[in-house]
């Protein structure tokens, strides 16, 4: 089986690189602004050109001066991972300040890598500037292509000559991939479940999207990077390294998922700079894309009003959502685990029904339990639950509490059927929805996870209005 080719894309801070990276992938998954170092970590996307799929890369901005800094140097560190990695290396120069310096001592990095370098000199959107390109011939790496990464100018002659480098996979190698894909495609949906009594599970969708949520400093990076084996994520006990979200396809136990990282969200009050409100702006993002929802919280610290906030926008997205209560490893004492877990359980008393789970990023412990846990709450998120079921289910439910007539007026409940998935979304059909309050949806709720279980993920009932004629009214229309 062939791979994508692999294209990893570097340069000095703010010449464009997360814009041309933005360009090829198509919305803005990269958090792009003014402020040198804004990407830090490496992020990976793909593209098509002229009918072949190509692996992108981007890279944080290479600063020589700035290696002695910590995160400066996890920066060199990541991009120096991409380059090892990639195929061929598309080298960003800003075409209007011309090639600096750092340019000039980065051009003899590459000059030595071993990869096809492409020099692609940015920020030239009309053709009358082409000439302020030439400048970047003095790099000593050959072809320079004039390119507007924001506009889209001059891309189709730079990925021409790239694609021309990078050998195509032969026909055989395509046909083998293309049943291999078949292959899994007819796979999808299974495998074991907690589905219960009368239960289905919706076919699953592909690779399980998790994504890492919570405070600045709680360990995100870190577990992101124990579960993926390398250092994905640049770490640093710095709060606030994360800018953007890092996506990681990894496989554990026969199962595909891609794990996001994201920048820590703190108090709204405490967000200041805007490249913080960009990122914290795309962290908040990534929970709407998840398929799981991972909040990290710091055992040690223990759980606070802000990792509460966070549950709750969680619950709101209607996402499956797992409580990680990491650096489990600080925790001393006897009884600590339990004391934090019950601490956990009453700050989140809204979200008892998602998992709480100790774990350690630092010595890996529970981290292959919390793998398992996100796979069983990722099923129950998915779950359909039979409407003839559903409908033994609710007649004993109202024979023993039926909703409460209002006013004088009686409510009579029909039936209940199950309206969608992620989340479980329960149409309750009623004579008087209006009359229909609060606390009989919550009971509902209640009496459906003492049936079903439903762990982890929300469950919405929404009520619908219903008279006994409607269906002869239809019959004689």
Avoid at 51 to 70: K, W
Avoid at 286 to 292: P, T
Avoid at 398 to 416: F, I, N, Q
């Amino acid at each position: 089986m062939t791979r994508e080719p692999v294209i990893a894309i570097v340069g000095r801070p703010n010449v464009g690189k997360s814009t041309l990276f933005n360009r090829l992938v198509g919305g803005r998954p990269a958090l792009v602004h003014d402020t040198p170092g804004v990407t830090r970590d490496r992020r990976y996307g793909s593209f098509d050109f002229d009918g072949r799929r190509f692996r992108v890369i981007d890279t944080g901005g290479l600063d020589p001066d700035a290696r002695r800094e910590a995160i400066g140097a996890g920066i060199h560190r990541q991009a120096e991972l991409a380059m090892s990695e990639a195929d061929a290396v598309v080298f960003v120069v800003d075409a209007v300040t011309g090639p600096t310096p750092v340019d000039i001592e980065l051009a003899e990095r590459l000059r030595v890598l071993g990869r096809p370098v492409f020099v692609a000199a940015n920020k030239v959107d009309h053709p009358k500037r082409d000439v302020l390109a030439a400048q970047a011939y003095e790099l000593g790496l050959g072809e320079v292509y004039p390119v507007s990464a924001m506009h889209g100018r001059g891309l189709d002659e730079l990925f021409d000559a790239v694609a021309a480098c990078l050998p195509e996979p032969a026909p055989a190698a395509q046909a083998a991939d293309a049943a291999a894909g078949e292959e899994r495609g007819g796979q999808e949906g299974e495998g074991e479940g907690a589905k219960g009594e009368g239960a289905e599970e919706e076919p699953d969708a592909g690779p399980l999207r998790v994504a890492l949520v919570g405070k600045p400093n709680a360990g995100k990076s870190s577990i992101m990077n124990r579960l993926v084996g390398s250092e994905r994520s640049l770490v640093h006990d710095q709060p606030g390294t994360t800018t953007d979200p890092v996506d990681s396809p990894f496989s554990y136990g026969g199962r595909d998922y891609v794990l996001v990282d994201t920048a820590g969200i703190r108090r709204r009050a405490r967000i200041e700079a805007d490249t913080e409100k960009l990122s914290v702006s795309l962290a908040l993002g990534q929970i709407e894309r998840a398929d799981v929802v991972v909040l990290v919280v710091d055992a040690a610290e223990g759980p606070s009003e802000q990792d509460a906030r966070l549950a709750g926008l969680i619950e709101e997205s209607g996402r499956a959502v797992v409580i990680a209560l990491n650096k489990a490893d600080l925790l001393s004492g006897a009884g600590a685990g339990q004391r934090t877990l019950q601490a956990a359980a009453d700050q989140f008393h809204f979200l008892r029904w998602a998992p709480r789970q100790l774990v350690s990023a630092l010595r890996g412990d529970g981290l292959g339990e919390l793998l398992d846990t996100v796979d069983r709450v990722a099923a129950q998120h998915r779950r359909r639950i039979p409407t003839s079921e559903l409908n033994r289910f609710f007649a004993e439910v109202c024979e023993t509490y039926p909703p409460a007539s209002r006013g004088g007026k009686l409510v009579t409940v029909h039936y209940l059927t199950q309206g969608g998935v992620r989340p479980p979304t329960f149409l309750l059909w009623a004579n008087r929805a209006d009359l229909v309050d609060q606390a009989y949806r919550r009971f509902v709720v209640n009496q459906l996870r003492a049936r079903y279980g439903l762990a982890g993920t929300p469950i919405r009932v929404v009520v619908k209005a219903k008279t006994r004629g409607d269906g002869r009214r239809r019959r004689r229309r």
